[in-house]
């Protein structure tokens, strides 16, 4: 295979700032975990069934049948025992591995060999992914830039059917689709909705929605994953349960009934900041994009924090001449692993904040 | 201030986390930070919930033998799989754990999901369409009893959607229990062959 990080200047369509309620939603995403039928989890997988599980899971995943229920091009298969660590973190950075993934090891640090374990990726969209080995020896996954689940559901399910036509599921009268984590059965299946609420965070109300959000069994994290700080402003929003609900149920219930409020509520603060504090916002957000476009040195954090705000700016109108999409892009190129991919050598930790200020600086028309 | 867990960087992330109402403080450099978000804390939760819900098997074995029952499984007998290790890890080690466990993991679960009990939603569906016999259909969607479980679970929800006057999400849940109630009534193998590949 060769290096994913080359020729993925554009890709990440989950950063494309289309679709339905794309000023606050930046993307939804729908997982789905599914193990064999007759083969230990990886908990207690040995290095042969390991390699039969891959064996058989990308032998369908590269069929015709699975290509064309994820509408990809092309489907790259990467085997990420192979690839060195910066990759597999560029695929962590671009969503389409998990940390756990990307580091081979199971939850607890212990259980089987690492190894053989993979993802595949559709080309060129990246809207699909499917890792296997991973925690469950399937999870499938669908991206779509903006409020989209209704349709992720149907995209995944129609993977879903593809793949089970060549593969035996381990399924349960009472707990449905078996996964090595109690917490994922039943459906298997996850919705997250990533939202972009830099005007709750400004106004302070982000702790009563997140509260809120907790009370109706939904999970709040950061862009970095439970435990971390909204970097960004960034927050993911999904289900916890997947046991005794359908699919379809889920989807309304976030797609209709959670994720709309929230969208309303950001929408409300957004206007707020307008009417009430429009002087402050003004210098907040041409404050942000000055120093982007002038700054000689950036960390990770501070820049996500700026993006975020000129973000802000350019959907409030106050900033001229920065488009979205470009703001949207900035936040990915600007994490480690891709900073660390554009350069022709190991960086330490001060250059990597030099050429993360001067690749900011020249991404936005700065000095 | 240098970085507290190298000793070697300067601390550029400063986090506060609020966890079980005390709260910690991070100071981390670039590199350790960025490691340290990628250590999981999703198994958290999981192992919470073993320890608050799931019966100790020492506890349950004293009080069986005295009552001549058959001791609480501990071992899974298709991947070696005990409960002591389940504890730990809170990950299971094959399918059949599922049965063998069942009476253990199943307030575990219910808790975890909210008091869902029983699977609602998708079943696999070529291995549906093939399974003609009636035992294969058991074997997949469990026998009589757990559907008719699963339907009343269906039921209960609906009703609730209703006196909320959620409407669409009540027509959602009749289409559900549409679904669940065609399988149960025999109409399994129609579809079966032909559609699929078109
Ligand atoms: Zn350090
Ligand atoms: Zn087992």
Same mark, same amino acid.
């Given at each position: 295979?060769?290096?994913?990080?080359?020729?993925?200047?554009?890709?990440?369509?989950?950063?494309?700032?289309?679709?339905?309620?794309?000023?606050?939603?930046?993307?939804?995403?729908?997982?789905?975990?599914?193990?064999?039928?007759?083969?230990?989890?990886?908990?207690?997988?040995?290095?042969?069934?390991?390699?039969?599980?891959?064996?058989?899971?990308?032998?369908?995943?590269?069929?015709?049948?699975?290509?064309?229920?994820?509408?990809?091009?092309?489907?790259?298969?990467?085997?990420?025992?192979?690839?060195?660590?910066?990759?597999?973190?560029?695929?962590?950075?671009?969503?389409?591995?998990?940390?756990?993934?990307?580091?081979?090891?199971?939850?607890?640090?212990?259980?089987?060999?690492?190894?053989?374990?993979?993802?595949?990726?559709?080309?060129?969209?990246?809207?699909?992914?499917?890792?296997?080995?991973?925690?469950?020896?399937?999870?499938?996954?669908?991206?779509?830039?903006?409020?989209?689940?209704?349709?992720?559901?149907?995209?995944?399910?129609?993977?879903?059917?593809?793949?089970?036509?060549?593969?035996?599921?381990?399924?349960?009268?009472?707990?449905?689709?078996?996964?090595?984590?109690?917490?994922?059965?039943?459906?298997?299946?996850?919705?997250?909705?990533?939202?972009?609420?830099?005007?709750?965070?400004?106004?302070?109300?982000?702790?009563? %929605?997140?509260?809120?959000?907790?009370?109706?069994?939904?999970?709040?994290?950061?862009?970095?994953?439970?435990?971390?700080?909204? %970097?960004?402003?960034?927050?993911?929003?999904?289900?916890?349960?997947?046991?005794?609900?359908?699919?379809?149920? #889920? %989807?309304?219930?976030?797609?209709?009934?959670?994720?709309?409020?929230?969208?309303?509520?950001?929408?409300?603060?957004?206007?707020?900041?307008?009417?009430?504090?429009?002087?402050?916002?003004?210098?907040?957000?041409?404050?942000?994009?000055?120093?982007?476009?002038?700054?000689?040195?950036?960390?990770?954090?501070?820049?996500?924090?700026?993006?975020?705000?000129?973000?802000?700016?350019?959907?409030?109108?106050?900033?001229?001449?920065?488009?979205?999409?470009?703001?949207?892009?900035?936040?990915?190129?600007?994490?480690?692993?891709?900073?660390?991919?554009?350069?022709?050598?190991?960086?330490?930790?001060?250059?990597?904040?030099?050429?993360?200020?001067?690749?900011?600086?020249?991404?936005?028309?700065?000095? | 201030?240098?970085?507290?867990?190298?000793?070697?960087?300067?601390?550029?992330?400063?986090?506060?986390?609020?966890?079980?109402?005390?709260?910690?403080?991070?100071?981390?450099?670039?590199?350790?930070?960025?490691?340290?978000?990628?250590?999981?804390?999703?198994?958290?939760?999981?192992?919470?919930?073993?320890?608050?819900?799931?019966?100790?098997?020492?506890?349950?074995?004293?009080?069986?033998?005295?009552?001549?029952?058959?001791?609480?499984?501990?071992?899974?007998?298709?991947?070696?799989?005990?409960?002591?290790?389940?504890?730990?890890?809170?990950?299971?080690?094959?399918?059949?754990?599922?049965?063998?466990?069942?009476?253990?993991?199943?307030?575990?679960?219910?808790?975890?999901?909210?008091?869902?009990?029983?699977?609602?939603?998708?079943?696999?569906?070529?291995?549906?369409?093939?399974?003609?016999?009636?035992?294969?259909?058991?074997?997949?969607?469990?026998?009589?009893?757990?559907?008719?479980?699963?339907?009343?679970?269906?039921?209960?929800? #609906?009703?609730?959607?209703?006196?909320?006057?959620?409407?669409?999400?009540?027509?959602?849940?009749?289409?559900?229990?549409?679904?669940?109630?065609?399988?149960?009534?025999?109409? %399994?193998?129609?579809?079966?062959?032909?559609?699929?590949?078109?």
């Amino acid at each position: 295979m060769s290096r994913p990080s080359t020729g993925w200047s554009g890709g990440a369509e989950w950063l494309r700032g289309e679709g339905e309620a794309s000023d606050v939603v930046m993307s939804s995403r729908a997982r789905i975990a599914r193990n064999l039928a007759g083969y230990p989890f990886m908990t207690k997988a040995t290095s042969e069934d390991r390699v039969q599980v891959l064996d058989l899971c990308r032998r369908r995943i590269l069929s015709d049948e699975f290509k064309r229920a994820s509408g990809a091009e092309s489907v790259m298969w990467v085997d990420l025992h192979d690839v060195d660590k910066l990759e597999r973190q560029v695929l962590v950075e671009r969503h389409l591995i998990s940390r756990q993934h990307a580091r081979g090891k199971l939850t607890t640090g212990k259980g089987g060999a690492d190894q053989p374990r993979g993802v595949a990726i559709g080309l060129p969209s990246e809207r699909v992914a499917v890792m296997v080995n991973e925690e469950d020896q399937l999870r499938i996954q669908v991206i779509r830039s903006g409020l989209a689940l209704s349709q992720l559901l149907e995209q995944i399910d129609r993977i879903d059917d593809a793949l089970e036509q060549g593969l035996d599921y381990a399924f349960h009268p009472r707990f449905g689709y078996l996964t090595a984590c109690p917490t994922n059965i039943g459906t298997g299946i996850r919705f997250s909705v990533m939202l972009h609420l830099p005007a709750l965070k400004l106004t302070g109300e982000i702790e009563r %929605v997140k509260r809120a959000a907790e009370d109706m069994s939904l999970a709040v994290r950061g862009f970095y994953g439970e435990g971390s700080d909204a %970097v960004g402003d960034l927050y993911q929003v999904s289900n916890q349960t997947t046991l005794g609900k359908s699919e379809h149920v #889920l %989807v309304h219930e976030l797609e209709r009934e959670i994720v709309p409020r929230i969208i309303d509520y950001e929408r409300h603060a957004r206007r707020t900041l307008l009417e009430k504090r429009r002087a402050a916002t003004d210098d907040r957000t041409n404050r942000a994009l000055g120093v982007l476009r002038t700054a000689r040195l950036l960390g990770v954090e501070e820049s996500m924090q700026l993006l975020s705000h000129v973000r802000l700016g350019v959907l409030l109108g106050l900033l001229e001449g920065v488009e979205q999409q470009r703001v949207n892009h900035l936040m990915l190129l600007v994490q480690q692993a891709h900073l660390q991919c554009s350069a022709t050598r190991e960086l330490s930790q001060q250059e990597r904040r030099i050429e993360r200020a001067k690749l900011v600086r020249k991404s936005l028309g700065g000095t | 201030m240098l970085c507290e867990n190298c000793g070697q960087h300067e601390a550029t992330i400063h986090e506060v986390l609020i966890k079980g109402g005390t709260k910690m403080e991070k100071h981390l450099c670039e590199v350790c930070a960025q490691v340290a978000a990628s250590e999981p804390s999703s198994n958290l939760p999981i192992n919470e919930l073993i320890s608050k819900y799931m019966v100790s098997p020492g506890v349950h074995a004293g009080e069986a033998s005295e009552a001549r029952e058959a001791p609480a499984p501990t071992v899974c007998p298709s991947c070696a799989m005990t409960v002591r290790e389940f504890r730990q890890s809170g990950l299971l080690g094959c399918p059949v754990c599922y049965s063998v466990f069942e009476d253990q993991l199943g307030p575990l679960i219910e808790r975890a999901h909210e008091g869902g009990a029983c699977h609602v939603g998708k079943t696999p569906r070529r291995a549906l369409d093939s399974g003609r016999e009636r035992g294969d259909v058991e074997r997949l969607l469990g026998d009589t009893r757990e559907r008719a479980e699963r339907l009343g679970a269906l039921r209960k929800q #609906l009703t609730d959607a209703v006196e909320r006057e959620q409407y669409e999400r009540a027509a959602q849940l009749r289409d559900e229990m549409r679904r669940v109630a065609s399988v149960l009534g025999g109409d %399994v193998g129609g579809n079966a062959g032909d559609g699929e590949q078109a």
